[in-house]
């Protein structure tokens, strides 16, 4: 691909990122990202659904339906909130941690493979780049602070 545009070239990377990853992960049944609401939920054991619409940036229904799939597939368990019966408490099973090794892993063998096609010290300087630019605030979207995961 070329271009100069650093949007495009984030868009692409993330792209051919995820088709690997949903290749890798068809025999987990994870695909189309859903692996980061295991990472998170894990990450944060006890999370709610409401945490998960606010770091993911989607909508309820859409988080209600990846946690029925993770849960049908073993990946987590849902307990009701001591704090607010209203609310549940998300928690990883057995399964989800299996499953977590492998998303892991194939995180590690991308960025190993990134790295490699770059000269030493690019990587770093990367990934410290992306870093800085997720955490600039800009005005297009001034009411939400920046992405965590």
Request: hydrophobic residues 35%; proline residues 5%; aromatic residues 12%.
């Amino acid at each position: 691909m070329e271009s100069s545009n650093p949007i495009a070239l984030i868009t692409y990377l993330y792209k051919d990122f995820k088709r690997y990853c949903d290749r890798q992960l068809e025999p987990y049944e994870l695909a189309n990202g859903v692996y980061f609401y295991l990472i998170y939920i894990n990450r944060y054991p006890g999370c709610s659904l409401a945490d998960l619409t606010a770091v993911m940036k989607v909508d309820k229904a859409y988080v209600t339906r990846i946690v029925k799939r993770l849960c049908e597939l073993g990946y987590i368990r849902k307990e009701k909130s001591e704090k607010d019966s209203r609310a549940c408490c998300l928690y990883m099973l057995e399964g989800g941690k299996a499953a977590l090794e492998k998303i892991r892993e194939l995180f590690f063998t991308w960025n190993q493979e990134l790295a490699q096609g770059m000269a030493e010290g690019e990587f770093e300087t990367l990934s410290r780049l992306l870093q800085k630019a997720a955490g600039i605030k800009t005005p297009l979207v001034p009411d939400e602070p920046p992405c965590e995961e």
